[in-house]
């Protein structure tokens, strides 16, 4: 057993689980060469949602943040959250688009990228991987945790190594609907280390409130890195807290050697930010209570107020219970995918429908046909033939991986964008995101004549009234 290093993620999870992505880069950056100096792991600071958030809400340029980070966190690695194929998206991607988009993230600056698949297929992540190896970057392999009557340790033992095959360089187990209990995180760290050589990383978000407790037995079991985040943007939906996790461990075998007062120090700068969303309602206090409702429903916290809030509309707020029993049943007869974007939304809507039709799937979305139909990938459980049948009628699956089904883009995207573009990532910014780009671009050149104080659209009228 040795020193447990820890990622922090207060720049990118932590604020995307408890404020929707809304951390600033002018927010960040008078802490970045402290956190570069307290000897992380890692600092977690993009992907993920951040992207997005950027363009369209914040009206900064994903990829300028990223290298105003990379200037001042100039020894720490940093890392990125990205989902497989998909990029930083909800849909496949071409390969030349995942290629580009890889070598342009590392060549600005990201060190470590973790990939990940909500269907945790192999196939999605792969391509990923080898572009981030021969970039020279060190590629995460990602694994969504879930729990059914299929899943199990040596399932994510199996799927873990068929990563390391592919050439990641290390593992993390991603519990993004806080559902894994101490005593689970113990078996399965204990597996995984008896069998792989790589680091494993344990992620768990503080939602149902097992995390600090997983944490610390799963480093009993001798997992080597840990994802926590400064106090005031951890627990609730976030991350546990790193603070109290590097207390616990100082003086034991298991020593980050981090220092608890340069970590004080350093929550003490995000207090007053915490205070400012928290008194503009953007924080909830809500989020910040333990909620158990996910262990006992299986079913992750945003799930089940998305389900609250699709029922309200449909005024059938009266089925939430037969909906809440119905989404086990849809997930598996979908094979039992995790819980994750995009497959949890696929879940919950088809399970609305099922409920509120009166019929199980005398509506079916093309979501749902997209799934069985292998489009997203292969589901860890094969799903059953005749299932199968009642949803695509004579229409085979396709068993290819789904991105080889997909023409090269980048020339298409390249021209689309020629008259904004100022820099090559543009390119891949209108790729990802193609209306929010636009709307960004505008707003760029807007800039040029002077006027970037103000974004406002009254400003802009302003301006060529
Ligand atoms: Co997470």
């Not at 999605?124 to 945790?145: D, F, K, M, T, V």
């Not at 994510?156 to 360089?169: E, H, P, R, T």
Request: aromatic share 8%; glycine share 6%; with cysteine.
């Amino acid at each position: 057993m040795g020193k447990v290093r820890i990622t922090e993620t207060i720049l990118r999870d932590a604020h995307q689980s408890l404020i929707a992505t809304r951390m600033k880069l002018s927010e960040m950056l008078p802490a970045v060469e402290r956190l570069d100096a307290i000897g992380y792991n890692a600092l977690e600071c993009w992907g993920g949602a951040t992207f997005d958030s950027c363009l369209r809400f914040l009206n900064e340029d994903p990829w300028e943040r990223l290298r105003e980070i990379k200037k001042l966190a100039k020894k720490t690695p940093l890392q990125m959250l990205l989902r497989g194929q998909n990029l930083l998206g909800y849909k496949h991607y071409p390969d030349d688009v995942v290629d580009y988009f890889v070598q342009r993230s590392i060549a600005n600056g990201i060190d470590i990228i973790r990939i990940f698949d909500a269907l945790n297929d192999p196939r999605n992540l792969e391509r990923a991987i080898a572009a981030c190896l021969r970039e020279g970057g060190h590629p995460q392999g990602c694994i969504s945790y879930t729990t059914s009557p299929f899943h199990n340790a040596e399932i994510f033992v199996s799927d873990a190594k068929a990563l390391v095959n592919m050439g990641a360089q290390s593992i993390c187990i991603k519990d993004m609907a806080g559902l894994l209990s101490p005593e689970n995180a113990y078996e399965l760290i204990k597996s995984l280390k008896s069998s792989i050589k790589v680091p494993i990383e344990l992620h768990t978000h503080y939602t149902s409130g097992l995390g600090s407790m997983t944490y610390l037995r799963a480093i009993q079991a001798g997992v080597d890195i840990i994802d926590t985040a400064l106090s005031p943007f951890a627990m609730g939906t976030s991350q546990p807290p790193t603070e109290p996790l590097v207390a616990a461990l100082a003086g034991t075998e298991y020593d980050t050697g981090l220092d608890v007062k340069a970590l004080n120090d350093l929550s003490a700068y995000f207090r007053p930010i915490r205070e400012k969303y928290l008194s503009d309602g953007r924080l909830d206090p809500r989020m910040l209570c333990p909620d158990i409702n996910a262990l006992i429903y299986q079913v992750p916290g945003g799930m089940l107020s998305n389900l609250v809030s699709q029922l309200k509309q449909a005024g059938a707020i009266d089925k939430y219970d037969a909906v809440l029993a119905e989404v086990p049943a849809v997930r598996a007869d979908l094979g039992y995918p995790p819980l994750v974007t995009p497959t949890s939304q696929i879940i919950g809507s088809q399970a609305v429908l099922n409920v509120l039709s009166g019929e199980r799937y005398k509506i079916v979305t093309n979501e749902v046909k997209g799934l069985v139909a292998g489009e997203y990938g292969k589901t860890p459980c094969p799903i059953r033939p005749e299932f199968v049948k009642q949803i695509l009628g004579d229409k085979k699956p396709i068993t290819c991986r789904p991105a080889d089904l997909l023409e090269d883009k980048l020339p298409e995207f390249r021209e689309a964008v020629a008259q904004y573009i100022e820099q090559e990532e543009d390119v891949l910014t209108y790729a990802l995101f193609p209306q929010p780009a636009i709307a960004f671009f505008k707003k760029r050149q807007l800039s040029r004549y002077g006027y970037d104080e103000d974004h406002s659209d009254a400003a802009r009228m302003a301006h060529y009234a």
